[in-house]
T-cell receptor, first 111, second 115 residues
Framework: KQEVTQIPAALSVPEGENLVLNCSFTDSAIYNLQWFRQDPGKGLTSLLLIQSSQREQTSGRLNASLDKSSGRSTLYIAASQPGDSATYLCAVQTGANNLFFGTGTRLTVIP | EAEVAQSPRYKITEKSQAVAFWCDPISGHATLYWYRQILGQGPELLVQFQDESVVDDSQLPKDRFSAERLKGVDSTLKIQPAELGDSAMYLC?????????????FGPGTRLTVL
């Protein structure tokens, strides 16, 4: 069974810093990887989706990379803002069309 | 912008009672998913529909959970009887069709508390 791990579990940074969130998965036979944002008590907002054939995707201050062969992905957030405070989840999609999620990284950006 | 709708947003119930959650996917989306997210964990798939048919319910506790999507549009997830361990966020998602390269779009979720 696919297992997804996210490190660190929690992260606090001062406003303006660049930061990297890490995601690793055990089975490299994936179709895509998605990064989500979840605010407390809310649903999931999709941030970026990387197809298995791609190496990275960018949206504004966010950049996600994928190294499928090593089972790793990173989410880079540039010039962090207090509004970026949330839990960030990564999920991989397998041939069964299921999404397997990590447990998330809880980010706090301190003004 | 099209969104996945869910109701209620919050539900408090006592154990052994029945509860039901409703989901309306993005118009035209053929595939619908129900996930359960326990506090501090990532969501886990409960059931997946393609149109009105169940294509994966291997993780659905069928002794107490049921799900239907009668007309292939909106869906209902039911728990009867509810147990304390069912307290969680229940998330609905949809995608245009079943397939490996489809992005899933999530609703706001229903937060269930079982007392």
């Amino acid at each position: 069974k696919q297992e997804v791990t996210q490190i660190p579990a929690a992260l606090s940074v001062p406003e303006g810093e660049n930061l990297v969130l890490n995601c690793s998965f055990t089975d490299s036979a994936i179709y895509n990887l998605q990064w989500f944002r979840q605010d407390p008590g809310k649903g999931l907002t999709s941030l970026l989706l990387i197809q298995s054939s791609q190496r990275e995707q960018t949206s504004g201050r966010l950049n996600a990379s994928l190294d499928k062969s090593s089972g790793r992905s990173t989410l880079y957030i540039a010039a962090s803002q207090p509004g970026d405070s949330a839990t960030y989840l990564c999920a991989v999609q397998t041939g069964a069309n299921n999404l397997f999620f990590g447990t998330g990284t809880r980010l706090t950006v301190i003004p | 912008e099209a969104e996945v709708a869910q109701s209620p947003r919050y539900k408090i119930t006592e154990k052994s009672q029945a509860v039901a959650f409703w989901c309306d996917p993005i118009s035209g989306h053929a595939t619908l998913y129900w996930y359960r997210q326990i506090l501090g964990q990532g969501p886990e798939l409960l059931v997946q529909f393609q149109d009105e048919s169940v294509v994966d319910d291997s993780q659905l506790p069928k002794d107490r959970f049921s799900a239907e999507r009668l007309k292939g549009v909106d869906s209902t997830l039911k728990i009867q009887p509810a147990e304390l361990g069912d307290s969680a966020m229940y998330l609905c998602a949809s995608s245009p069709r079943r397939g490996a390269y489809n992005e899933q779009f999530f609703g706001p979720g229903t937060r269930l508390t079982v007392l």
